[in-house]
């Protein structure tokens, strides 16, 4: 089993930057593809970012695509969320998540982003 534990969310006012962080708590972190997906209240988990063990491949959900950047640090077991240019939709609680064969099937409690003046 691997924990995931998330941290950096907040409040931050539009056109501002935060950074998630994702720590896992096993060396298992570098053969997992990671991923970030959020969740607004009253609709469903959308999927964020997604990096490759090999950090090579990286997708993204076409409403944070030139905003948000994925990264990974297999030394540190963290793989992070670098959001920039903030909208009041962007408003969500965020997970990290885990892929060990081919679904995403390890995830992280959360982190609650706000974007609001």
């Known amino acids: 089993q691997v924990q995931l534990v998330e941290s950096g969310g907040g409040l931050v006012q539009p056109g501002g930057s935060l950074r998630l962080s994702c720590v896992a708590s096993?060396?298992?972190?570098?053969?997992?593809?990671m991923g970030w997906f959020r969740q607004a209240p009253g609709k469903e988990r959308e999927f964020v970012a997604a990096v490759s063990r090999n950090t090579i491949t990286r997708d993204y959900g076409e409403s944070v695509k030139g905003r948000f950047t994925i990264s990974r640090d297999n030394a540190k077991n963290t793989v992070y969320l670098q959001m920039n240019s903030l909208k009041p939709e962007d408003t969500a609680v965020y997970y990290c998540?885990?892929?060990?064969?081919?679904?995403?099937?390890?995830w992280g409690q959360g982190t609650q982003v706000t974007v609001s003046s």
């Open positions: 998540a885990g892929d060990s064969s081919g679904k995403f099937d390890y």
């Open positions: 096993r060396r298992i972190f570098s053969s997992l593809r």
